[in-house]
């Protein structure tokens, strides 16, 4: 167990920077999911805390210590990696129990650990076996026991569901939430799979372009995002954003449609309104904001994607729960729910929310 | 489901090409061979008969006790065996470099060590042989594993640097997120996975070795340090070539070469790196 805390820290490829000014405090036992687009620095952050990559700015500390310069074996940290690694040279329990035999635990000792874990992760027919005899979801079963086996000060996880099938992803999420509560471990969890994000972690921290954008809990981030990014990165489907103009607690669309929204402060610096897909409301004629046409309808069973056309603002997405009657072509009129409303600032930050953002 | 029928000719025709291409290369073999085990006076007379008219062993037995053959042999497997294991050792060691850091002058040396596969090591005879004898190192034996070793490190790096790309950085990553050092995570975990590379780089350069002439030819002329291909010139005297017993040693001298990759072949099987990472 263990508390990690980075302050400023930074990489830097040359001249190329690609993590600035990273401040994340990680509490015992949280369990903290890195997500954003590819390319935004998330495996390099994970990498730095791992020792595998140099830390160029700031400092790094495990419980207390600071270990900017420790090698991975000094920092004690297990880590599961995408690809799983295992070594294809040695059998199942062998690949668990590594770990051990190289801090020369004894033989018993490691023996006991490895039936442990490998019963633990269902494994117990399979540890004679080379991992090129394993199926996918096997292969990261036993990554995940080796990780386990040697009782770290802390997870790593690299986008460790990537190379599984859908159910099998599902399934293994599960087990990670389950391998989380049973040994309260501090895990740091590296996805681009919101879905994965929002269900596993304790806190998510949004990276984009080398900055943490926001962090928070799941709903933290879905209800008050810091900014336009994290508002259309967190949540499916993505959130609709429209141009807007904002005068004296009144906004006004492209199409003239005003909407009273007098609990966002500085409503004059507004340049954008997103609301989510769920959060648009299909009413009578004469409760509508605005009114448009259905371009294509999408039945999911449990919910109903609606994409309406609205005149002169542009492409509206709807979520209604349950299978909605709408089809192509009705005219359709929209109700925006107020408390549910974000709008952006020319600068893309959110107006009128708490703001979390760091640095 | 029909499979699809290869017409008869087709496969006949396969078979054909790949038994005149068997023929074409096993024939010098089998005519080696074939002169080894024909008594010396049959051999003109026997002509280009495929099979011989008489059987012999006398050859390999004159070869066996009768010359020095045995002298060279021992020479020429030492040679081998030291240029074999100093460039493989060498080898190794800069193809990991090469393979895993990214060091100054990195792409230089690379540059360097490909130009030095260019020229015809004609060409360097003298220099070499000047700079050896200002060594005092003619006549030895060690002179010749460090000119070999010279010369096969440039192409057994890349041999063994190609391995190394080939065995994925995570489970060095990993290994040391076990608790290896960077050297542990290669003794225990690259090295292993490594077998069949430098069982290719052994065998490559232990073939070369064995079989090279010119240098040997330069930088050798006392008997006692001669090795097997120097040897065999000295079945040639000055009024008769002593074929039988040339090829008797021919055949002899193919033993090691053959043993040596039937060794190394179960190293040369690929695939030990399947099932590593996603597959």
């Known amino acids: ?59 790094f500390f495990i419980d207390g210590t600071r270990m900017n310069d420790a090698r991975p074996r000094e920092r004690d940290i297990a880590m599961v990696f995408q690809s799983y690694a295992l070594y294809p040279h040695m059998d199942v329990a062998r690949n668990m129990g590594f770990s051990m035999e190289i801090r020369r ?38 990554a995940m026991g080796r990780a386990i086996v040697r009782d770290p000060r802390a997870f790593l996880f690299d986008e460790p569901l990537s190379n599984l099938d859908a159910a ?20 740091i969890y590296v996805t681009h799979d919101q879905v994965e994000a929002l269900t596993l972690a304790d806190r998510i921290v949004v990276l984009d372009g080398g900055d943490i954008q926001q962090i928070g809990t799941p709903l933290e981030l879905y209800e008050r995002p810091a900014n336009k990014f994290v508002a259309c990165f967190i949540g499916s489907p993505t959130m609709n954003v429209v141009p807007a103009t904002g005068q004296g607690g009144t906004l006004t669309l492209k199409n003239g449609t005003q909407v009273a929204l007098p609990h966002t402060a500085d409503l004059d610096r507004a340049a954008e309104l997103g609301v989510r897909p769920e959060h648009i409301d299909l009413v009578d004629a004469e409760d509508a904001d605005l009114t448009g046409t259905v371009d294509l309808v999408e039945h999911l069973g449990s919910d109903t994607n609606i ?5 002169n603002v542009g492409m509206l997405m709807v979520r209604r729960r349950g299978n909605a009657p709408n089809r192509s072509g009705d005219r359709v009129f929209l109700r925006l729910q107020r408390e549910n409303t974000h709008v952006f600032a020319f600068d893309d930050s959110a107006l009128g929310h708490v703001s979390v953002k760091a640095a | 489901m029909s499979q699809i ?54 050859n390999f037995r004159s070869v066996l006790f009768k010359t020095d053959f045995l002298a060279y042999f021992g020479n020429s497997l030492f040679v081998s065996l030291g240029t ?28 360097v060590m490909l130009v030095t596969q260019m020229f015809p090591l004609l060409m360097i005879i003298a220099p070499i ?88 030819l330069m930088l050798i002329s006392k008997n006692d340090a001669m090795t097997f291909p120097v040897g065999l010139l000295t079945f040639v005297s000055k009024f008769s070539v002593d074929w039988g017993q040339m090829m008797a040693a021919g055949v002899l001298a193919l033993i090691p070469s053959c043993l040596f990759f039937i060794f190394i072949q179960r190293y040369l099987v690929q695939g030990l790196t399947s099932g590593a990472v996603k597959g």
């Open chain 1, 1 to 59: 167990m263990a508390r990690i805390e980075l302050k400023g820290v930074a990489k830097r490829y040359g001249s190329v920077e690609v993590l600035r000014d990273i401040d994340l405090a990680i509490g015992d036992g949280e369990f903290i999911v890195l997500v954003g687009p590819s390319g935004c620095g998330k495996s390099t952050l994970l990498r730095m805390i791992a020792g595998l990559e140099p830390i160029t700015g700031g400092d």
């Open chain 1, 105 to 142: 635990r004894p033989q018993s000792e490691r023996a006991n650990r490895v039936k442990q874990a490998a019963e633990t992760l269902g494994l117990s027919a399979l540890t004679e076996r080379l991992p090129r005899a394993l199926s996918g979801g096997q292969r990261q079963r036993v």
């Open chain 1, 168 to 187: 099998l992803r599902v399934e293994m999420r599960l087990e990670i939430a389950r391998l989380h509560k049973r040994l309260g471990a501090t895990m």
């Open chain 1, 307 to 311: 994409y309406v056309n609205i005149d």
């Open chain 2, 5 to 58: 029928r290869t017409h008869p000719l087709a496969t006949i025709g396969k078979y054909t090409a790949l038994a005149l291409y068997l023929a074409f290369a096993l024939l010098p073999l089998y005519w080696l061979l074939k002169i080894a085990v024909t008594p010396d006076r049959l051999i003109f007379t026997d002509g280009v008969e495929l099979w011989p008219s008489e059987l012999t062993t006398d």
């Open chain 2, 84 to 111: 074999a294991a100093a460039t493989t050792l060498i080898a190794a060691g800069a193809g990991y470099a090469f393979s895993r850091f990214n060091f100054a002058g990195k792409r230089i040396i690379i540059a």
């Open chain 2, 129 to 216: 042989y000047r700079i050896v004898a200002n060594f005092g190192m003619l006549n030895s034996l060690t002179s010749l594993i460090v000119v070999y070793t010279a010369f096969n490190i440039p192409f057994a790096t890349f041999l063994m640097q190609s391995f190394f790309d080939g065995i994925p950085k995570d489970l060095e990553e990993a290994a040391m997120m076990d608790g290896c050092t960077r050297f542990q995570a290669l003794r225990k975990v690259i090295f292993p996975l490594t077998l069949p590379g430098l069982g290719a780089t052994l065998g490559f350069v232990f073939t070369a070795a064995w079989s090279e002439l010119l240098f040997a």
